[in-house]
C-alpha cells in the first residue's frame, strides 16, 4: 500500500513545500492538496516548486472540480507540470465543494463531472477531444501522460467513478463504508466492460499518532473532518432520502446538522462540527498508536485499497510524519531476503 499526505496550502506556501519534501523523505508517494483558491493559495503553483525540490512524489488535487476551472486550462496545467518534471501528476476530481460554495456556486452534475473528466484526461493525455463543438489537442502535450481519480460517495457518482475514472477517491477510512463503496465502484467498471482492478484505489483521512491516553485530544483536533464529509452526505441524503441503498453509517450522524461556515472549513476547532460524535471520528480517522494504524491499514488493505492518503490538518503534523515514516510504511513494505 502507498502512502501520501493531504495538505492545505495554507502561508506561507514555503511551510507546505517543506512538508512536501520531507513526506518524500519519510517514503510517501503521492503529495495532495485542498483545492479551494479563495480559502488558501493558489495549489498548481505550490505544485510546480514541490515538484521541483523532489524528485519522486507525485503531486494532484484533492479534489479539484470542473467548476472554478476551465477544463483546457487545467488539462494544460498538468501536461505543462508533466513535460517539465515528468509525468508526476494526478488529477482528483469531484463535483465540488468549498471553491464554489464559498462563492455562492453549487456543485455541478455529474453529467458534467463526466464530460470534464473526458475533456481533462484527453487533452492531458496528448489525444484530441471533441470540445464546444471542435475537436482540440494540445499539439506539444504528446509524452504527457495523467491518471483522473473520482472522489464521491452516492451511488451515481460511484457509478460514474467505475465506469469512467483511472481511480477512486474515498474520504473516509470506515470500513464498512469503503466495502460498499469499493464494490459499487468495481461492480459499475465491469457493467461498463471495464477490468475493475485497473482501477485504483485511495482512501483519504485525518490520521494522528499518538499514545490512547490522548485519544480526547486527538479527536477534537480532526473532529472538522466529519463536518466536511457531513457536507456531501447532506447533499446525498436529499438526493436520495433517507431511506436508500446509501448505508445508515455515513448518513445517520448527521441529524444533528444545523449549519456549516465554510470560512472554518477544513480547520481545528470548527464551531459547526460540534454534532460530530467520537464514534464518527474514530471510524472514520485513524487514532492512536501506531499498531492501531497498522491494524485498519492491513484492514483496507484487504478490501483493495491501494493508498492511504493522511489528511495532515492538526498540531501532531510533524511527529504523525516521523512516525508514518519510521514506523508505518516500513511495516507495510513486502519484505524479502537479500540472501539465502
Known amino acids: 500500500m502507498d502512502i501520501g499526505v493531504v495538505l492545505q496550502t495554507t502561508p506561507p506556501a514555503a511551510r507546505v513545500v517543506d512538508l512536501a519534501k520531507r513526506a518524500e523523505a519519510y517514503g510517501f508517494s503521492h503529495v495532495w492538496t485542498f483545492d479551494s483558491h479563495i480559502l488558501w493559495e493558489e495549489p498548481y503553483v505550490i505544485f510546480s516548486q514541490i515538484l521541483n525540490e523532489t524528485r519522486n512524489v507525485v503531486v494532484g488535487p484533492m479534489v479539484t472540480n470542473p467548476a472554478t476551472r476551465d477544463w483546457t486550462v487545467t488539462a494544460s496545467t498538468y501536461a505543462t507540470l508533466n513535460e517539465m518534471y515528468g509525468n508526476r501528476t ?8 468549498s471553491a464554489v460554495r ?6 455541478t452534475t455529474l ?16 489525444r484530441g477531444v471533441e470540445y464546444n463543438g471542435s475537436t482540440i489537442t494540445l499539439p506539444w502535450a ?9 472522489a464521491g460517495y452516492g451511488p451515481k457518482a460511484l457509478q460514474l467513478i467505475g465506469e469512467t475514472c483511472d481511480g477512486f477517491i474515498l474520504q473516509l477510512a470506515d470500513l464498512s463504508i469503503a466495502e460498499w463503496t469499493i464494490g459499487s465502484v468495481r461492480a459499475a467498471a ?46 446525498i441524503v436529499e438526493r436520495y432520502g433517507e431511506s436508500s ?3 445508515a453509517a455515513l448518513t445517520e450522524y448527521i441529524r444533528g446538522r444545523t449549519a456549516y461556515d465554510y470560512n472554518q472549513h ?12 467520537d464514534e464518527i471520528i474514530d471510524r472514520f480517522c485513524i487514532l492512536g498508536p501506531v499498531d492501531a494504524h497498522l491494524d485498519r491499514l492491513h484492514s483496507l488493505a484487504d478490501l483493495g485499497v491501494d493508498q492511504f492518503a493522511i489528511y495532515l490538518q492538526h498540531d501532531g503534523k510533524d511527529d504523525t510524519l516521523a512516525q508514518y515514516g519510521e514506523h508505518v510504511i516500513p511495516a507495510l513494505r513486502e519484505h524479502t531476503l537479500a540472501k539465502r
Not at 90 to 97: M, T
Not at 102 to 107: D, W
Not at 142 to 150: A, D, N, P, T
Not at 266 to 277: C, E, I, L, M, R
Open 111 to 126: 453529467a458534467t463531472m463526466g464530460e470534464s473528466i473526458n475533456v481533462i484526461r484527453e487533452l492531458a493525455n496528448g
Open 142 to 150: 504528446s509524452k504527457s501522460r495523467l491518471e483522473v481519480w473520482g
Open 190 to 235: 465491469e457493467a461498463a466492460g471495464r477490468d475493475p482492478d485497473e482501477l485504483t484505489i485511495c482512501v483519504a483521512a485525518p490520521a494522528y499518532v499518538g499514545p490512547v491516553e490522548d485519544l480526547a485530544h486527538m479527536r477534537d483536533q480532526v473532529r472538522w473532518f466529519g463536518g466536511m464529509v457531513g457536507n456531501h452526505v447532506a447533499d
Open 245 to 247: 441503498d446509501v448505508p
Open 102 to 107: 464559498i462563492t455562492n456556486g453549487k456543485p
Open 266 to 277: 477544513g480547520q481545528v476547532g470548527n464551531t459547526h462540527t460540534t454534532f460530530v460524535p
Open 90 to 97: 494526478v488529477c482528483g476530481i469531484g463535483r465540488g465543494d
